[in-house]
């Protein structure tokens, strides 16, 4: 098995300013409320880790119901004034936002590697950029909001007056953003930039593995001009911060992404007062090879679908489907390739994979394994813990499981493909969607007939061919069943934080 290279960093190697941050922020005075920096009320931090070493980063604030109180009040009353900003204004804040994070972006993804694991390569060269991405698009979207003139047909004209009809979009008003700790940064940008370009005000609550980079990001915002009260953050758990947010009275609405579970429990929290919802959530999604695909880019792009951040990626391309004709050559191909990743520090120039985010989560991951080996599969690579400190887990590819096995249908977010051969196409079709998750897919083929057929046929919110987690902003993702409720990233996004208002009018 391939051992990490490093799982220490020496933390003096950072950069001037990522040491800086971590003086400023990492000490317990992490809650941005009304545009003032704070400690939590009652004064209670928690730790942070490198998932890499074990070792403590920092300590965070961790708010309780009267931090939350006091931020969502602070969000409530900046409503007026931010939704009365005008459109350009508020575009030329959010295109600044990003003017900002590219200006930082090495100190950035310096700070998302040392608090997630992920190799310094990917939070610098593709999730960063997307978190750009998402500030730059929406920021043109703020002067893209319309409403409608209709022709309505009531038939009312006192006096010989006339009957005029129109429709407006409104801010939805105060947002609770949820994230989780996978891909901190974009995905906080996919919640951040369309409620502020919408003229929402909000609360953000990163995940409590991964606050760091929200923490850096808000400093930003603030620079760039947001006012005070339009984005408040406040750090903590789950079950204590986030649930307090998820059911606070004055939050007209969720934006969630996390896990299936959570998701239900934030839904039944909205009921009381009606939130808006919108829930991005789990996935097991399957990458099909066709007996006529490039495997000259198949194999590469299948691994690279499941191995990306070690697996923590909800499109991740976990269940993989091989025609049997080429069954043993691609999936020996992406053995042998997850054979030759090199795990270690993600700070560490040479590293392509890094560690699972926590020792919860990658206890979490074994547990997976040991009871698919139970149950009859084979580890054909990996399978193993690597590594003595930090939570390394080896890639990892699956064989002789059945449809009806745990590991073949539940997300296990780590850097795991279960393989499985078919036949026909209607075979593989019913298999991919044979899952209570439809969030992604890809499929591999030459052929226009067969990229036609299953991207039609397949239930899931994104299907690509010949690639796989592809994103961009002006691209919506989201998806159906298990996966969750509407969209986020595109022009769909904005939707969510925009309400309709009917004007009837005698003029
Ligand atoms: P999680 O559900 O455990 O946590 C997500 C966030 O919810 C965290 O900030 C957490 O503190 C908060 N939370 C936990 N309990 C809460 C409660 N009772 N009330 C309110 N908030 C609460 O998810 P995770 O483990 O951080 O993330 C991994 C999951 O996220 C995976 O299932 C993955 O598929 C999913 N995900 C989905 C997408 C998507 O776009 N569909 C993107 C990334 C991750």
Redesign the pocket.
């Known amino acids: 098995m391939t051992l990490p290279l490093s799982s220490t960093f020496p933390l003096e190697n950072l950069r001037p300013e990522t040491r800086a941050f971590l003086a400023r922020r990492a000490r317990g005075h992490g809650l941005l409320i009304d545009g003032a920096w704070q400690a939590a009320a009652g004064g209670a931090t928690f730790p942070t880790l490198d998932p890499a070493s074990g070792l403590e980063t920092g300590q965070i604030a961790r708010a309780d119901a009267a931090d939350v109180d006091a931020a969502v009040d602070a969000a409530t009353r900046a409503l007026a004034a931010w939704k009365a900003v005008v459109p350009v204004e508020r575009a030329r804040i959010l295109w600044k936002v990003a003017d900002l994070i590219e200006a930082h972006i090495d100190e950035l993804a310096e700070i998302e590697t040392l608090d997630q694991g992920k190799p310094l390569s990917l939070g610098r060269w593709a999730e960063i950029p997307g978190a750009i991405g998402q500030f730059r698009f929406f920021a043109g979207q703020a002067m893209a909001i319309e409403g409608s003139t209709l022709e309505s047909s009531i038939n009312y004209q006192p006096q010989g007056r006339q009957m005029r009809t129109w429709t407006v979009r409104e801010p939805v008003g105060v947002v609770a953003a949820?994230?989780?700790?996978?891909?901190p940064l974009v995905?906080t940008a996919?919640k951040l930039a369309p409620a502020l370009a919408a003229g929402c005000t909000l609360v953000l609550?990163?995940?409590?593995?991964t606050s760091l980079s929200a923490l850096r990001l808000a400093e930003l915002m603030v620079e760039a001009g947001v006012p005070a009260g339009v984005l408040n953050v406040v750090t903590?758990?789950?079950?204590e911060?986030?649930?307090a947010?998820?059911?606070h009275p004055k939050v007209d609405k969720i934006a969630?992404?996390?896990?299936?579970?959570?998701?239900r429990?934030?839904l039944d929290?909205a009921k009381s007062n009606f939130k808006r919802v919108t829930l991005?959530?789990?996935?097991k999604s399957p990458a099909i090879i066709m007996p006529d695909a490039d495997l000259s880019i198949t194999i590469p792009g299948a691994a690279n679908a499941i191995f990306m951040n070690a697996g923590?990626?909800?499109?991740a391309g976990s269940r993989l489907y091989v025609h049997r004709s080429i069954h043993d050559e691609v999936v020996e191909g992406i053995a042998a390739y997850a054979r030759g990743i090199r795990l270690g520090h993600g700070l560490a120039a040479e590293t392509q994979m890094g560690p699972v985010v926590s020792r919860i989560?990658a206890e979490r991951v074994e547990g997976f394994l040991e009871r698919a080996r139970s149950e009859g599969a084979t580890m054909l690579t990996g399978g193993e813990r690597g590594g003595e400190a930090g939570t390394f887990i080896a890639p990892t590819v699956v064989v002789d499981v059945r449809p009806d096995m745990e590991i073949v249908r539940e997300?296990v977010?780590g850097p795991v493909l279960v393989a499985q051969a078919f036949d026909e196409p209607e075979e593989v079709i019913a298999a991919a969607n044979d899952s209570e998750y439809g969030?992604a897919a890809s499929v591999w083929t030459e052929s226009l007939s067969h990229a036609h057929r299953m991207s039609s046929d397949i239930k899931a919110g994104t299907v690509w061919i010949n690639c796989h987690s592809m994103f961009d902003a002006s691209l919506a993702?989201?998806?159906i069943k298990q996966?969750?409720w509407g969209r986020?990233s595109g022009r769909q996004a904005l939707d969510n934080y925009l309400e309709w208002k009917t004007v009837c009018a005698v003029v």
Not at 178 to 183: A, D, H, K, R, T
Not at 205 to 209: C, S
Not at 236 to 239: A, E, I, V
Not at 312 to 315: D, E, K, L, R, T
């Open positions: 949820i994230v989780p700790w996978n891909s995905l996919m609550k990163p995940a409590e593995d903590g758990y789950g079950r911060t986030g649930a947010l998820a059911g969630f992404t996390g896990s299936t579970a959570t998701g429990a934030v929290a991005e959530l789990g996935g923590q990626v909800c499109i989560h997300e977010f969030l993702i989201g998806g996966s969750g986020d």
